[in-house]
């Protein structure tokens, strides 16, 4: 039987490029600025100077899903963690083992799986069940999302507390465990999206969620957690806002103008096209030549191939 065509993240129109399946990430990135939206989603620049990520993140989660998936299975303790420790090893091994920065390598992701089985093991929170009787972890979710859209996302795990469904998302971080570094995450594009799945696409009763924190040194590793309880109309308003940006999107697209939000320049250690953006329009090529690299979404590549021919 014939398969049928993939749905693409990307696709051409009149040979030009617009995103179809849209995610957290790239919302965010079309809020923070439509021109560093239009440079690395759609035309796919990736600074040459930036390093190559270990994958540290990625690795943390692969490790705790599979702590909390051998222990739903009824896995002993120990058992978990050479269950974690060898999957980690596997597909994270040899990228984190070269890893500068100390703190995120694999020392620090093994650490990371060892204490975390021992702090919280015997754990408050209960791993939620799908009607199919697996455990409620890594659910991803590709759905239309109005006006022709689609919204696509991975959540972590959904956990039961007092009663109450919540989801967990695991952060990694180096920052201190503070208010401050807790008051990120309210409001927050990722986890308001996620919400917005958990009850419009998978019919759960989430009240709110858990950002469930891992901070990681050289030599130390911490943990903490925050619960939030977020109403429906606030996530209501969250998804009528989300439109209005796709909507902004396919405008900008039609148009062919994505214009900079200078506002954005400087946040997270600063962008890094902002030299680009600090040259005339007429030389900006030669800055993203001589310090960028392209490399387009897969949906992509064959057109800007065909285009380059």
């Not at 923070?32 to 239009?38: A, G, I, K, V």
């Not at 659910?139 to 109005?146: A, K, L, N, T």
């Not at 909507?247 to 096209?273: E, M």
Request: aromatic share 14%; proline share 4%; hydrophobic share 35%.
């Amino acid at each position: 039987m014939e398969q049928p065509d993939r749905l693409k993240k990307f696709d051409v129109i009149d040979g030009k490029p617009i995103q179809k399946i849209w995610d957290t990430s790239s919302l965010s990135s079309f809020l923070s600025c439509p021109r560093l939206y239009n440079y690395t989603n759609l035309q796919g620049y990736r600074s040459k100077i930036y390093g190559m990520a270990t994958g540290f993140g990625s690795a943390v989660h692969m490790g705790f899903e599979v702590l909390d998936s051998e222990k739903f299975k009824g896995a002993t303790k120990d058992e978990a963690v050479v269950a974690s420790i060898k999957a980690v090893l596997l597909e994270y091994g040899e990228a984190l083992s070269q890893a500068e920065d100390k703190a995120r390598g694999l020392t620090s992701v093994l650490r990371a799986i060892v204490w975390r089985a021992e702090e919280y093991w015997e754990d408050l929170f209960e791993i939620a069940t799908m009607p199919s009787g697996e455990p409620c972890l890594e659910q991803r979710f590709e759905v239309p999302f109005g006006n022709g859209y689609r919204f696509s996302g991975r959540i972590d795990k959904i956990v039961q507390l007092d009663g109450k469904l919540y989801l967990c998302d695991v952060k990694t971080t180096k920052s201190t465990l503070n208010s401050n570094y807790f008051g990120n995450f309210m409001p927050n594009n990722q986890v308001f999206a996620y919400l917005w799945a958990a009850r419009e696409v998978l019919g759960l009763d989430i009240v709110g969620f858990i950002v469930d924190a891992v901070q990681t040194g050289v030599h130390f590793t911490r943990f903490n957690r925050s619960v939030y309880n977020v109403p429906t109309d606030l996530i209501k308003e969250w998804y009528e806002d989300a439109l209005h940006t796709l909507d902004t999107s396919t405008n900008y697209f039609n148009k062919q103008y994505y214009p900079a939000d200078f506002t954005a320049c400087n946040n997270y250690g600063g962008c890094r096209f902002k030299e680009v953006c600090s040259a005339s329009p007429s030389r900006r090529n030669l800055f993203l030549d001589n310090d960028f690299e392209k490399e387009p979404h897969p949906d992509l590549k064959e057109a800007y191939e065909k285009a380059n021919a």
